[in-house]
């Protein structure tokens, strides 16, 4: 089936400093991916959603100068966490659509932030 | 907007019986496609089995099968022959075909006990 990679699977951070997770489709084009954040025993909440070659929708009340979504290629999705503090950590896991008569979503296995 | 409720925050069920697990949802959207995901203690994110609105037939995959019921709005999930395995969080989940948001419902903890 198809895979997505997300990378790196955890990351720990000063705070202040900038972290780029990485997204990729591996073997079919994703033209929208998904950025959700997700907490403890808790759903998942959309944070964005990234189209090839377009700015990417951000959803009520998340910073969009915090987090930085680009979908430069139809693979690869990046989401950068600008200036991390300690309340952006948590777990981010992407989502790459595959539309068609067999639509499905395939998911990373998502990155712990942990920002000290 | 549309909406995805989960009603049961937690569930347990004894190892080989059947356990069903609850989603409702609302959209005015007459084309679309309803997921369940499980997400084991590993936080992976794994395709339990998806429907097509249009479809009216239930979705099957072996022991985990779908009872669709559009004019309701509900999809719930029924596990057969339980299984350790499969004590998990499953989320039930929306998006519209010409939508652009995957919208998840808050979950349901599934307990299988031997």
């Known amino acids: 089936g198809a895979v997505v990679s997300q990378h790196p699977s955890r990351v720990i951070c000063k705070s202040g400093t900038s972290v780029k997770i990485e997204c990729r489709s591996l073997?079919?084009?994703?033209?929208?991916m998904f950025w959700y954040r997700q907490f403890p025993k808790q759903s998942l909440m959309l944070m964005a959603t990234s189209n090839e070659g377009s700015k990417a929708t951000y959803e009520q009340g998340v910073e969009k100068d915090k987090f930085l979504i680009n979908h430069a290629s139809l693979t690869l999705s990046t989401l950068t966490v600008t200036s991390a503090h300690p309340e952006d950590s948590s777990f981010y896991i992407c989502?790459?659509?595959?539309?068609?008569?067999?639509?499905?979503?395939?998911f990373g296995s998502g990155t712990q932030l942990s920002v000290l | 907007a549309q909406t995805v409720t989960q009603s049961q925050p937690e569930m347990s069920v004894q190892e080989a019986e059947t356990v069903t697990l609850s989603c409702t949802y609302d959209?005015?959207?007459?084309?679309?496609?309803l997921f369940w995901y499980k997400q084991p203690p590993s936080r992976q994110m794994i395709l339990v089995i998806r429907?097509?609105?249009?479809?009216?037939q239930n979705a099957t995959e072996n022991r985990f099968s779908v009872n669709f019921q559009k004019a309701a709005k509900s999809f719930s999930l029924k596990i057969s022959d339980s299984q350790l395995g499969d004590t998990a969080m499953y989320f039930c989940?929306?998006?519209?075909?010409?939508?652009?948001?995957?919208?998840f419902g808050a979950g349901t903890i599934l307990r299988v006990k031997s």
């Open positions: 073997d079919f084009q994703a033209t929208t």
């Open positions: 429907q097509e609105a249009y479809k009216q």
């Open positions: 959209t005015s959207e007459s084309n679309y496609y």
């Open positions: 989940a929306f998006i519209g075909v010409y939508g652009n948001k995957l919208v």
């Open positions: 989502s790459a659509r595959q539309q068609g008569p067999n639509e499905k979503l395939f």
